[in-house]
């Protein structure tokens, strides 16, 4: 009876931990499908990639397989990463580090025999054979792209040993054919493997609508103990008084704070971060772990905060960076220049000033582009300001100072222009031209080398609280200033705290900029 209560015991236990890999798995494959999800939302390749023209297919074919190289170290266990555009025929992919040659080759075949031909890809994890080997598939489709993930059905048996497999609903054994043959049925609960009797427990895997089979050595546990230990097991069988003043010690010490923290657990996993462990009463060592638990969930709970408030930013400067494309006033006031100079006879100057709204205007509609070089920045400022000067009776002058290094610098778009563009809408002299003087150059600080850019010009200048209102950056009630707010939110959310702005008044007169940023940072994407 003994021997057989141990042998349930093992079984259940057991069966505890295919339960935990099963949940495990259905996380990961459930965390692969937002994965393609998040990728085919996110991601404006997918509209480049069926461009008539192929040098923006190419394009676009470059940057998602560098997104997919990025991406597959973060995902291990993941065997293979495609994509197939019918709109070309071209086949992208991203193995695993685990993955030979001979593999990669006969996955690209199957998967173009599949997708070339008339065949309804299922919308869940499906089987695939390939060269005797078995595959998980995840696949989702797109206006004609095809994007999916394969698992190797032995990879996703790591975290267990090699006396578990895979078995699909018609009895094919999946992984581990050696041990288990090619056909396992329900039925079967007993197999022998190396001379020695296991028993099959099975378990429904139902998110790839398999089971998880694991065989548990069956042991006579009487005939492994030597004669002296034995005679030890016979008093202890005789004592069996004391066995329920035994487990009532393991379930006080042990057993019962074990089940206060996994339901303490249980509620962490179903979401709610405010669950903490209240339990007293407990040994010195369950109490440093609900201790510490406390502080993981409180921990968890500020970073998901600090996550929803990061993302809460991004959406407003979105909204900003969208809004800063389109300026009705801007655009209304341009169609009046052009009918003034079309009802003045200005013919010359009307061609001239369409060129300069046209470069304008194809700088603000740029689609998804992340930055922008120095250059760029500065020659769409030097645009800006010649239209300025074709509609005001007193024309803006500017000088424009950028040294070599400094010109190839990618830096957020609009960022020295909507301090350019300030000086042409605010600052005055008396009737007389404001001249806009812009710096930009390599300094070294830190012993690190930084974009330094000045924006200054002549003219009256600020009184101290709007200084004072700049340098703090905060909007007032009217809404002034929101666009050096703006600014300083991009540059946060692109450089984080490693950038400095700083504002003063100028010995030539007016307002003073100056902008301080690293030269190479990551890329800046808002999503």
């Not at 459930?30 to 069926?50: D, G, H, K, P, W």
């Not at 009918?339 to 200005?346: C, P």
């Not at 120095?374 to 300001?385: A, K, M, W």
Request: proline residues 3%; negative net charge.
């Amino acid at each position: 009876m003994g021997i057989q209560y141990a042998n349930q015991q093992v079984q259940q236990s057991s069966i505890s931990m295919m339960k935990m890999y099963i949940s495990q798995l259905d996380q990961q494959l459930s965390e692969a499908e937002n994965y393609l999800m998040t990728i085919y939302l996110n991601e404006s390749c997918f509209v480049e990639i069926q461009s008539p023209q192929q040098y923006m297919r190419q394009l676009a074919y470059i940057q998602l397989m560098q997104t997919f190289q990025k991406h597959i170290r973060l995902y291990p266990r993941i065997n293979f990463l495609f994509l197939y555009n019918s709109f070309d025929g071209y086949t992208l992919s991203v193995h695993g580090e685990d993955s030979q040659y001979e593999e990669r080759i006969a996955q690209q075949e199957y998967l173009l025999s599949v997708l070339q031909q008339d065949y309804q890809i299922p919308m869940s994890w499906f089987d695939a054979v390939v060269n005797g080997t078995h595959y998980l598939l995840r696949v989702m489709q797109r206006s004609g792209v095809f994007m999916g993930i394969w698992f190797r059905y032995d990879t996703l048996l790591i975290s267990l040993n090699n006396m578990s497999t895979f078995v699909n609903e018609d009895g094919i054994v999946l992984v581990h054919q050696q041990i288990f043959g090619n056909q396992l049925s329900q039925g079967t609960l007993r197999l022998s493997i190396e001379h020695q009797a296991h028993k099959l427990l099975f378990l429904s895997a139902e998110s790839i609508n398999c089971y998880l089979c694991m065989a548990v050595p069956e042991r006579d546990s009487l005939n492994t103990i030597p004669p002296a230990q034995l005679l030890t097991l016979c008093g202890s069988i005789l004592s069996i008084a004391g066995v329920p003043l035994i487990l009532w010690f393991i379930y006080h010490l042990v057993l019962r704070p074990l089940n206060i923290l996994l339901c303490a657990i249980n509620q962490l996993r179903h979401g709610n971060m405010d669950y903490r462990i209240q339990e007293i009463g407990v040994p010195d060592e369950f109490e440093e772990v609900n201790q510490t638990f406390n502080s993981m969930c409180a921990e968890i709970q500020s970073l998901k905060i600090k996550a929803y408030e990061n993302e809460i930013d991004k959406q407003r400067l979105k909204l900003s960076y969208y809004q800063m494309q389109i300026k009705p006033h801007f655009f209304i006031n341009a169609l009046t220049t052009i009918s003034n100079m079309e009802r003045l006879g200005r013919t010359d100057d009307l061609q001239a000033f369409l060129f300069h709204l046209s470069t304008h205007v194809r700088f603000r509609m740029q689609p998804s582009f992340t930055t922008v070089t120095v250059q760029d920045e500065l020659s769409f400022i030097e645009n800006y300001i010649l239209m300025q000067n074709m509609r005001q009776n007193v024309p803006y002058s500017y000088i424009i100072d950028c040294s070599s290094t400094a010109a190839s610098v990618q830096i957020p778009p609009f960022v020295i222009y909507n301090f350019a563009e300030n000086v042409v809408k605010h600052a005055t002299r008396k009737r007389l031209a404001v001249t806009l003087f812009v710096h930009a150059m390599i300094s070294v600080e830190d012993n690190a080398q930084r974009l330094h850019v000045t924006i200054e010009d002549n003219g009256e200048g600020i009184n101290q609280q709007t200084l004072d209102m700049l340098a703090c950056s905060c909007p007032d009630e009217t809404g002034k200033h929101i666009g050096v707010w703006n600014t300083r939110q991009q540059l946060s959310l692109f450089y984080h705290d490693d950038f400095r702005l700083t504002f003063q008044r100028s010995d030539l007169g007016g307002l003073r900029v100056d902008l301080l940023l690293p030269t190479t940072a990551q890329e800046w994407e808002v999503h």
